[in-house]
Nanobody, 126 residues
Framework: QVQLVESGGGLVQAGGSLRLSCAAS????????MGWFRQVVGIEREFVAR????????RYADSMEGRFTISRDNDKNTVYLQMNNLKPEDTAVYYC???????????????????WGQGTQVTVSS
């Protein structure tokens, strides 16, 4: 199975942008739909976005749609999360995750994803 490593987090001012990357290795990337989640200490991990294995179907949490864009490059075994117009409430650790069940794109629970990266911190200052 794949291993996942996120990068691209950091400190940004409100209204700014960041692009997170998640590189997969050690497996067949196209066997997985990919998701991004985020978590603040003491709060349950929250769904952000999901993309299917081909990259032609995406899902977003309501609060992120229009500001965040998930994409993937299967030649580079990488999934991305472009985040625009960031707000202080977007501050969290962002995780990418892999889901081998590819026949339902409406999978928003962290329990549906069985491979996780280590996370990357995003901090948005006001």
């Amino acid at each position: 199975q794949v291993q996942l490593v996120e990068s691209g987090g950091g400190l940004v001012q409100a209204g700014g942008s960041l692009r997170l990357s998640c590189a997969a290795s050690g497996g067949t990337f196209t066997l997985y739909s990919m998701g991004w989640f985020r978590q603040v200490v003491g709060i349950e991990r929250e769904f952000v976005a999901r993309i299917n294995w081909r990259g032609d179907t995406t899902r977003y949490a309501d609060s992120m749609e229009g500001r965040f864009t998930i994409s993937r490059d299967n030649d580079k075994n990488t999934v991305y999360l472009q985040m625009n117009n960031l707000k202080p409430e977007d501050t969290a650790v962002y995780y990418c995750a892999a889901d081998s069940y590819m026949w339902d794109d409406a999978r928003y629970s962290p329990d549906s994803y069985h491979i996780w990266g280590q996370g990357t911190q995003v901090t948005v200052s006001s």
